[in-house]
């Protein structure tokens, strides 16, 4: 999980890493402005969409063009999972994969 290699310099411990990826805590670790960005980008995840209501959350949080490119990343780590996947490419060193759903 990448977000492991850049925590410390996100100044994210060990508590708020563990809750970004099991979706358990993250409400009560992370500020107003963490929780806009990852229900935005759980929403798209899971919708492949994002709600006029998530969209005016993470603009106020941010702006548009910070929300256009969350947007946009987002889209981009889905195309290369979906390659990394469908090549069967090895883990990165030092990684180990997140449990299946």
Request: charged share 25%; aromatic share 6%; proline share 3%.
């Amino acid at each position: 999980m990448h977000v492991a290699g850049f925590a410390e310099k996100a100044g994210l411990d060990a508590a708020q890493l563990a809750s970004l990826a099991t979706r358990n805590a993250g409400g009560r670790l992370l500020d107003a402005a963490d929780r806009a960005v990852l229900e935005a980008v759980d929403e798209l995840h899971t919708t492949f969409d994002l709600s006029d209501e998530a969209w005016a959350r993470l603009v106020a949080v941010a702006d548009e063009d910070a929300a256009l490119e969350l947007v946009l990343v987002c889209g981009w780590y889905h195309a290369v999972s979906f390659a990394v996947r469908a090549l069967r490419l090895p883990l990165e060193p030092g990684t180990r994969p997140i449990a299946a759903k």
